[in-house]
C-alpha cells in the first residue's frame, strides 16, 4: 500500500530551468509534508516542509505547493543549478504518529550544465 | 556537533550471520527511527522509539530487532541475515518537525 506517490521517478533539467517534482497522498489525516535532499552516499536531509494550512510555501529558489482538495503537492525548484543534481523524496506524517514518516519513492535529478 | 552516527559504514555478511547496526544521536532527541532504502522503494520504516527502552514496529519489521537501551543509541540487529535484507539502512531521529538522518550503513548479504 503506497500511501505517498511521487512523480516522476527521474527528470533532467537544464541549468536555469524549472524542476518540479509531484507527490499525492491518500490519508487526508496527514498534516506534515515535508520534502527531503539526499546526495550520493549521504542521508536524506530537510529541504523545505509545508503544513495544510498554507498553500504554498517558499525558502530561496525551492518552493512547496499544496493543493489540500487534490490531495497532491509538490515542489519546484526555480533557476536549477547543477547542485541541485541530487535524489529528492516527498513524505507525509500524521499527528500523533510519533512522527513517523511515509516516504516517496524517490526522484532523481540530473541538472545538465 | 555530530548529530546521528551510524556504524558501521559498509558490511557484507553471509547468509545466516548475524550483526547489530548502532546509531547514536546527541541532539537529546526522543524519537529515533531505522529505514531500510531500496531503489524504486523510497524509504520504508523498520522499527521506531518515542524514548528510552521503548521500541514499536513499522511497515518492515520482519528480520529485524530493535533496543534503545540509552536514549541516545538505537540498535538494529538482524538475527539470521538474509539475501533480501541487502539495503542501504538509514537511522534517524526528530523531536518536532522534521528528521535529522545518519549517512547510512550499506549491507550486503550473500
Known amino acids: 500500500q503506497q500511501q505517498v506517490k511521487q512523480s516522476p521517478q527521474s527528470l533532467i533539467v537544464q541549468k536555469g530551468g524549472i524542476s518540479i517534482i509531484n507527490c499525492a497522498y491518500e490519508n487526508t489525516a496527514f498534516d506534515y509534508f515535508p520534502w527531503y535532499q539526499q546526495f550520493p552516499g549521504k542521508g536524506p536531509a530537510l529541504l523545505i516542509a509545508i503544513r495544510p494550512d498554507v498553500s504554498e510555501k517558499k525558502e530561496g529558489r525551492f518552493t512547496i505547493s499544496f493543493n489540500k482538495s487534490a490531495k497532491q503537492f509538490s515542489l519546484h525548484i526555480m533557476d536549477s543549478q547543477p547542485g541541485d543534481s541530487a535524489t529528492y523524496f516527498c513524505a507525509a506524517s500524521k499527528p500523533g504518529g510519533y512522527n513517523k514518516l511515509i516516504f516517496g519513492a524517490g526522484t532523481r535529478l540530473a541538472v545538465h550544465p | 556537533n555530530a548529530g546521528v552516527t551510524q556504524t558501521p559504514k559498509f558490511r557484507v555478511l553471509k547468509t545466516g550471520q548475524s550483526m547489530t547496526l548502532l546509531c547514536a544521536q546527541d541532539?537529546?532527541?526522543?524519537?529515533m527511527y531505522w529505514y531500510r532504502q531500496d531503489p524504486g522503494m523510497g524509504l520504508r520504516l523498520i522499527h521506531y522509539s518515542v524514548g528510552e527502552g521503548t521500541t514499536a514496529k513499522g511497515e518492515v519489521p520482519d528480520g529485524y530487532n530493535v533496543s534503545r537501551l540509552k536514549k541516545q543509541n538505537f540498535l538494529l540487529g538482524l538475527e539470521s541475515a538474509a539475501p533480501s535484507q541487502t539495503s542501504v539502512y538509514f537511522c534517524?531521529?526528530?523531536?518536532?518537525?522534521?528528521?535529522?538522518f545518519g549517512s547510512g550503513t550499506r549491507l550486503t548479504v550473500v
Open positions: 541532539m537529546n532527541h526522543e524519537y
Open positions: 534517524a531521529s526528530s523531536q518536532q518537525g522534521g528528521y535529522t
